[in-house]
């Protein structure tokens, strides 16, 4: 799996690319380690181009949405593909996570948050 | 009736070898769609469980995956070299939300038309996964 991390603004952009399951479930976390090393608690995570999801790369989702909630930060998902987004009705991690359709909706809804 | 089989040795870096090896299967064989996603996800799950709690990442341990294509079913059989797991399949609880593991067996629940789990002579575990194929296949193409 690719990541790349675009760590400029308030909210830190992590874009993923290819398959989503044990072994880069575990560079995920390791990649998002050196993010909250930075003392960053608002992450994005764009979905789009994750191809391939199983329930060891959700676990690795759901280790990294717990290090948000200790950090008192937020955890936001976008562009999920549709049969991604079955998978988290299915194992009911739509209730936990907030899920956006798109990266821009997700981005300005930390700015509605800050402006509130 | 179409059959292929893979053995792979018990390393975390052989799942994406085992998904290679299953997508290329599927290709060949032109299953796309939601019932390449739906199948290659039930046999990725049946595959962790036998790497991490089957064979417990013993690098001597083998697992064996064996696809079987007819006109009417798409089957994986998934046997590991472990020892007690159909007790602890058994014996699995729903997993809290929160919790970072234990969603496998649910999935393929959720998504095969059945599955079977049983234990060979050695006592590793076997699960038979089994999708009906044909109204499926009119669906997803």
């Known amino acids: 799996m690719e990541i790349k991390v675009k760590n400029e603004g308030q909210v830190c952009e992590v874009y993923l690319n ?5 072994a880069s479930g575990t560079n995920l976390k390791e990649e998002l380690k050196k993010i909250f090393d930075q003392d960053k608690n608002m992450i994005h995570l764009n979905l789009n181009d994750v191809e391939f999801i199983n329930s060891s790369g959700l676990g690795s989702l759901v280790s990294i949405m717990k290090e948000v909630r200790l950090r008192k930060g937020r955890l936001t998902l976008s562009n999920l593909a549709s049969y991604v987004k079955e998978i988290f009705e299915i194992t009911q991690l739509s209730h936990i996570f907030e899920i956006y359709e798109t990266q821009e909706e997700a981005l300005s809804s930390y700015q509605s948050v800050t402006a509130n | 009736m179409i059959k292929k089989e893979f053995v792979y040795k018990s390393i975390s870096e052989n799942e994406n070898k085992m998904l290679d090896d299953i997508e290329m299967f599927l290709d060949e064989n032109k299953i796309s ?48 070299e472990g020892h007690g797991g159909i007790e602890k399949v058994n014996k699995r609880k729903r997993p809290e939300l929160l919790s970072e593991s234990g969603r496998g067996v649910g999935l393929i629940k959720h998504y095969s038309s059945s599955f079977v789990i049983s234990e060979n002579e050695e006592g ?5 996964i089994v999708f009906e194929i044909n109204k499926e296949r009119v669906n997803c193409r």
């Open chain 2, 33 to 80: 769609g939601e019932l390449k996603n739906k199948f290659m996800l039930c046999v990725s799950e049946a595959f962790t469980n036998a790497l991490v709690h089957g064979n417990k990442l013993d690098p001597n341990k083998e697992i064996i995956i064996k696809y079987t294509l007819s006109n009417t079913t798409l089957n994986a059989d998934v046997i590991d």
């Open chain 1, 18 to 22: 290819g398959r989503l399951d044990l």
């Open chain 2, 124 to 128: 590793g575990l076997q699960l038979k």
